[in-house]
């Protein structure tokens, strides 16, 4: 459809000389609209021109999505709504009153900043144009999974968190979330949902390759150094925003299953060892994070009540609010109120612990328990309704709308929240930040082994010029290394890249998560032992999850493992040009026997590991 946004506010000069955005469009600089006051007395004018609507709708965050040439989302007259991902834009931001949204998907630098830019306007022409807030996912990795994370193309690419965890160097970190926070910037991007505190402990869970390995001392120190790349000393015109993720940690999954799913509902602690995971955390409240996403999950066997982190009073008022002092915004995580269809799968809501309760219900115990907002929903008319009912009393709904409200002042949003599209494609992906990143996979590659069992030479590095057979790597990317052939009989190494392995899951959203067994099947060994029983073999494997691999480390004549790592980053490291620096950020289990006898809550808990936590040649 064509797309006529409104015009943007008037820029006026107030008689006392003050440049404005006339946001109401009035002719006069009301006191929010005045940058020269503080943002307290700015949020506190703001909040009493609000409707009930208008405050309902800052209390949700949705996903939301942009057409590849930058436009926004808007169906056809007539064409049903009910589709979360190809929501109507204007209705969501005009009807529903809402301005927080998470971008799902991508576009070029370019037109996300344009796509920017005209959500803005359709905000600016709202009665009050309160700006839009987005959000996103992390999108510098190799990971594309849209419950986690969002691969794009323009933006530099980087190690997945476990990577930047192997290397360890908080400087490193600190550059990594400051190039990101730049290009965030440059294409609207305001709130990041992320970084994870969590611990991989529990080896089988799905989303261990979004942490900081199993470590907690380590963790704490990288977390910190992200929150400051990303924000700054403090919150200001120039920061993004981070929501740390998922309190109070989220690795201690019964049996490793994920909490999205119903049969990982249950968050576990056989070792006691819940304030180990709130380490990282204490970090982050220590370098100012913004905001922080309880997670899904019950606990189970804890003095607290066994609801959802989302509905936890004892642990959103008592421990994060109360224990912590933590005074930012609290977001859900998504979609703990309304079943959903995802993928063409029934999706329902994460409501564990009160599934009994209907949708109204849902929603005053999540305020109830102390949270802000709650993500991946769009539903403000349950608040209106909650108010209007006197279940919920405006005082508690200004309380949470002046924290977000807040923010967005600080963020200098209402001040400018345009970005320039040239400026996007100057920055995002540019040659220097690619360089870096490229530098960091390099630099993330753990060699495990080294050499053939017994051998006192060392396989790597690899000579220039050898003749190599390629499994799993771009032929024209090593060709630029050595003399590719096209069997291992003609190869004098090969060099072969696998990913640990997983039980595919069954469809829709489940598909994406990579969980379940971290040992090969012997169909799964019998290609790889036929290549690495044949000629000297190199095994680079993709470690999201610590895989159980003794068959490989012992036939194989070097072992290395990747936490996000191109073809040219890996060559580069193999054939002896960029030195790896990468230690394991979590023990590899010689056994899915030891992981299963292993507690949840606690690191590198399997006996008789196949290489210990730290390890790397």
Known sequence: MAQTPPARPRLLTAPCGTVFRDLNGNGTMEPYENPRLPVDDRVRDLLGRMTLEEKAGLLFQTMITMNDDGSLVEPEPGAPDDDPMRASTSRMVTAKCMNHFNLFGAAAPRRMAEWNNRIQDLAAGTRLGIPVTVSTDPRNGFVDNPAAAVQTQGFSLWPEPLGLAAIGDEDLVLRHADIVRQEYLAVGIRLALHPMADLATEPRWARNLGTFGSDAATAARLIAACIRGLQGESLGPDSVSAMTKHFPGAGPQKGGEDAHFPYGREQVYPGDNLDYHLIPFEAAFAAKTSQIMPYYAMPVGTDY????????????????????????????????????????????????????????????????????????????????????????????????????????????????????????????????????????????????????????????????????????????????????????????????????????????????????????????????????????????VFLDRPAALPEIADESAALVANYGASDTALLDVLFGRVRAEGRLPFELPRSMAAVVAGREDVPNDSADPLFPHGHGL
């Not at 421990?319 to 005074?327: S, W």
């Not at 405006?394 to 309380?399: A, E, F, G, N, V």
């Not at 050898?466 to 771009?474: C, E, L, Q, S």
């Open 305 to 540: 009540e066994e609801v959802g982190f989302g509905f936890n009073k004892g642990v959103i008022t008592g421990l994060l609010r109360e224990k912590y002092g933590f005074d930012g915004i609290v977001c859900t995580d998504w979609g703990l109120v309304t079943d959903s269809t995802i993928f063409g799968a029934p999706f329902p809501a994460r409501a564990w612990g009160v599934e009994h309760l209907d949708r109204l219900a849902r929603v005053e115990r999540i305020l109830d328990a102390g949270a802000d907002q709650l993500g991946g929903e769009a539903a403000p008319e349950l608040i209106a309704e909650l108010v209007r009912d006197g279940k919920v009393s405006l005082d508690r709904i200004d309380t949470s709308a002046a924290r977000l409200l807040r923010e967005k002042f600080v963020l200098g949003l209402f001040d400018n929240p345009y970005v320039d599209p040239d400026e996007a494609e100057r920055i995002c992906g540019n040659r220097e930040f690619t360089a870096e990143g490229l530098s960091a996979q390099s630099r993330s590659v753990t060699v495990l082994k080294d050499r053939p069992l017994g051998a006192a030479t060392p396989v790597l590095p690899l000579a220039a010029g050898t003749r190599i057979y390629v499994r799993g790597v771009d032929p024209d990317v090593a060709g630029r290394y050595g003399t590719v052939v096209a069997t291992p009989a003609e190869a004098d190494v090969a060099v072969l890249r696998i990913s640990a392995p997983f039980e595919q899951r069954t469809q829709g959203f489940e598909s994406f998560f990579r969980a379940g067994r971290l040992d090969f099947t012997a169909e799964e060994l019998r290609p790889i032992l036929e290549v690495v029983q044949a000629v000297p073999t190199v095994v680079d």
